[in-house]
């Protein structure tokens, strides 16, 4: 069974989309994330959506409206099933037996392959680019395992909204022959499969970010030199490197596809709306691919725009596509990416401060560790994987202090004002598109609204600043006491392992971050045990959130899911925060090994 690695990717608030095309991650709605997300290059309208318009029309035309875009849907998912070759389809009774089952990763979705496919599943990114370099595997073979994975992936767990498997064979045996004539592969990334979020642009494919309306369009319009015919820039960049593109993921709760689940335990949710990437991941559909972050959604503000991160089964995988990209200066194409290419020398200096078993060396990491926002209490499997953490790295040797910075809260509130600038207008408009409703979970949050005065959003961005400068004070007052500064921050990524549908109330452990802007990690730590992780019926709630948030723990419902910790660095940290997850991954996986 794959574990899940995620990496920030690129130095900047945005992301290097053709025509950006990214939205954010809506990590506050975790679970029950559809239809919301935006480009941060569409300029929202100051002017009333024609939603209320149509809540006022006749029955009769209300009925029409919502057959049509259930009908548009119904088509683009009956589309979606037809790219899967028939030789991949499984039976009626099999898709019977996966709805039954509670985890569908592992053994489950291994039985519809063979040996080979199973061995190349098995492997790293890394590995896999060895492999093919070493011709121990061909492109296409590797293409035809993760496409056929991806394929039983979708039938069991309804993760995907884009198939490209024609296009990726083509691209497989175009790099086949290009290494056979050439001697050598064409880029680092050579015959590499790479997922990506429906937020990309893949010339001959729709995106959709979960929109009705998007089907068949670009970005809701129907300009005959746009539709299907452009790259966003990180597909360019991908395909120069020598990757394969096969499928594309995202919202996991939307019109077109409906809801996708936690493979590794349907009762749970397998994240916002980059969660489809994780549950392919989980699957073993895919080795690396990458989703987006931002926390919300507005893309008529650039104050806290989206980024694009990778999301990998090995850090390796991250540090790999990561490296690659930033290989070929995507600034000189995005303006807004940062000229910094990745530091190896940082990478290096960070790693050397711990032993191959993690040992602390001459200078020891400093850590932070945030064990609560004061608002939200984690779950009773966080407050362990937080102890483990902290129990090892002292044990290392390393230096681990109570992380006490200015409220998260109100860094929270100050990035969601930002999000929800333009009053939900974008979010209508493209709903209107098609008639289709927001999904019920959103409807409350996502009402139309008179958008942001600039005045307060202007105040609104002096009060970012302060809070930049506030948290920046702190951080740099942790060497106070020693003369050493505080190198990470190990902290929840939510207050529970994974979340139960719908039951979501709580997003300041990665809003805060994202106002922050500063880099980020998240790795596994352990798995939720229900013979551990006992609910506390003593826990005196310290509010209503805390109250419902807390009663949403059930031992017996979250049993054996996966438990991640956020290794949080400073902005334009990205190779020490990586260094830093290697380190910590690495001993956790000594430690399993050697068990209690």
Request: a neutral charge; one cysteine or more.
């Amino acid at each position: 069974m794959k574990t899940l690695y995620t990496l920030t990717l690129f130095r900047s608030h945005t992301s290097t989309g053709t025509d950006n095309a990214i939205k954010g991650a809506s990590s506050g709605l975790v679970g029950t994330s559809a239809s919301t997300g935006q480009r941060p290059d569409r300029v929202t309208s100051n002017k009333i959506g024609s939603r209320n318009k149509a809540e006022l029309a006749d029955n009769k035309a209300g009925s029409m409206q919502i057959q049509n875009w259930q009908a548009t849907a119904k088509a683009k998912v009956a589309d979606i099933h037809s790219s899967i070759p028939k030789e991949w389809r499984l039976s009626d009774e099999d898709l019977g037996k996966a709805g039954q089952q509670r985890t569908l990763s592992g053994p489950f979705i291994e039985q519809y392959l063979t040996d080979k496919e199973k061995e190349i599943i098995r492997h790293d990114s890394l590995q896999i680019v060895g492999k093919i370099k070493s011709r121990d595997y061909t492109a296409v073979d590797v293409t035809r395992a993760y496409c056929k994975t991806a394929a039983v992936a979708q039938q069991i767990n309804n993760c995907l909204h884009e198939i490209m498997f024609d296009f990726a064979f083509q691209a497989a045996k175009d790099l086949d022959d290009y290494y056979s004539k050439n001697g050598s592969v064409k880029g680092p990334l050579h015959g590499l499969p790479i997922s990506l979020k429906d937020q990309f642009h893949v010339k001959g494919c729709d995106t959709t970010m979960g929109y009705v309306g998007w089907i068949g369009t670009y970005e809701g319009s129907r300009d005959p030199a746009k539709v299907h015919k452009i790259n966003s820039q990180l597909v360019e960049e991908l395909l120069s490197l020598g990757a394969v593109l096969y499928c594309k993921l995202g919202e996991t709760v939307n019109n077109i596809i409906g809801t996708t689940l936690n493979p590794v335990n349907q009762l749970l949710s397998c994240g916002g709306s980059s969660g489809g990437e994780g549950a392919l991941q989980a699957l073993q559909g895919s080795s690396v691919g990458f989703g987006t972050d931002i926390g919300g959604s507005n893309p008529g503000q650039d104050t806290h725009a989206s980024s694009i991160g990778a999301m990998g089964t090995s850090l390796d995988a991250t540090k790999l596509v990561m490296t690659s990209v930033l290989s070929t200066s995507p600034w000189l194409r995005d303006p807004n990416v940062v000229k910094m290419p990745w530091n190896s020398e940082v990478e290096s200096s960070t790693l050397a401060r711990a032993t191959a078993d993690g040992s602390a060396t001459s200078l020891p990491l400093k850590f932070g560790m945030y064990w609560t926002d004061g608002v939200v209490t984690p779950h009773p499997p966080i407050q362990r994987g937080l102890r483990i953490v902290r129990a090892l790295l002292q044990a290392l040797k390393h230096k681990v202090v109570d992380w006490s910075p200015p409220s998260h809260t109100t860094a929270n509130d100050i990035h969601l004002a930002f999000l929800g600038a333009d009053g939900a207008h974008d979010v209508h408009k493209q709903l209107d598109l098609s008639g289709e409703p927001l999904i019920p979970q959103l409807r409350e949050g996502f009402k139309l609204r008179e958008p942001m005065p600039l005045l307060e959003y202007q105040d609104k961005t002096l009060q970012g600043k302060a809070y930049n400068e506030a948290y920046s004070d702190y951080w740099n007052a942790s060497s106070n006491d020693d003369g050493q500064t505080v190198d990470a921050i190990l902290m929840p990524v939510a207050p529970h392992a994974a979340v139960i549908p719908r039951k979501y109330y709580h997003i300041t452990y990665t809003e805060s971050i994202n106002l922050l802007d500063y880099s980020a990690a998240v790795i596994p730590v352990t798995r939720a045990d229900k013979s551990v992780d006992k609910f506390d019926y003593d826990y005196r709630p310290l509010n209503e959130v805390d109250r419902k948030n807390w009663k949403a723990y059930d031992p017996e419902t979250y049993d054996g899911a996966p438990v991640g910790l956020q290794i949080v660095a400073r902005k334009w940290e990205e190779e020490k925060v990586w260094a830093i997850a290697k380190i910590i991954d690495s001993a956790l996986k000594n430690r399993r090994e050697k068990g209690p």
